[in-house]
């Protein structure tokens, strides 16, 4: 069965801080990975990686995707309050539309 | 502006009755998908339509019908059959299949 995890489930972290989000997947027909971030209501679309080892950057966000260990992480440097939100990574088949959700992690930025 | 819009954005049912959510999309993507959105577990896949007048169910499909008569819109019938209706229910929008999906606000559905 066809299965995206993400860790940690939530975090606490002060403004200015680094954080690492993580998202290990197993997805028959693999094709990319997709991170999103959720505040209240619509996620919006952050990043798409379809390649191994290059990195995706935007402002203080970043992402990579390692395909052989099967895994991708989310860094976001020098945080702050409105980087609160849940952050969902997704991973897609190839030729479907098939999207396969982890349940996000929660994060909280303290001012 | 471009994008998604459901509505309502909050949708109270009694139980037995069936309740349609509203999806349109500006976009012009050929993609559209149902997701619903429940505490402590991932987006589901409810239903999703590839172009006009096709539509393919997803994960969790029992208890839901859809149309796709015009490429912009995509209604979510939730019917009396759907034994735990109450979730948040997500529209989404993709130009094809291998691209990003865009998200809608959501409608938040409770049973009373």
Known sequence: ?111 | DGGITQSPKYLFRKEGQNVTLSCEQNLNHDAMYWYRQDPGQGLRLIYYSQIVNDFQKGDIAEGYSVSREKKESFPLTVTSAQKNPTAFYLCASSIHRDTEAFFGQGTRLTVV
Not at chain 1, 2 to 22: A, F, I, M, R, Y
Not at chain 1, 95 to 105: A, R
């Open chain 1, 1 to 111: 069965e066809d299965k995206v995890v993400q860790s940690p489930l939530s975090l606490v972290v002060h403004e200015g801080d680094t954080v690492t989000l993580n998202c290990s997947y197993e997805v028959t027909n693999f094709r990319s990975l997709l991170w999103y971030k959720q505040e209240k209501k619509a996620p919006t679309f952050l990043f798409m990686l379809t390649s191994s080892g290059i990195e995706k950057k935007s402002g203080r966000l970043s992402s990579i995707l390692d395909k052989k260990e099967l895994f991708s992480i989310l860094n976001i440097t020098a945080t702050q309050t409105g980087d609160s939100a849940v952050y969902l990574c997704a991973g897609k088949t190839s030729g479907t539309y098939k999207y396969i959700f982890g349940t996000g992690t929660r994060l909280k930025v303290l001012a």
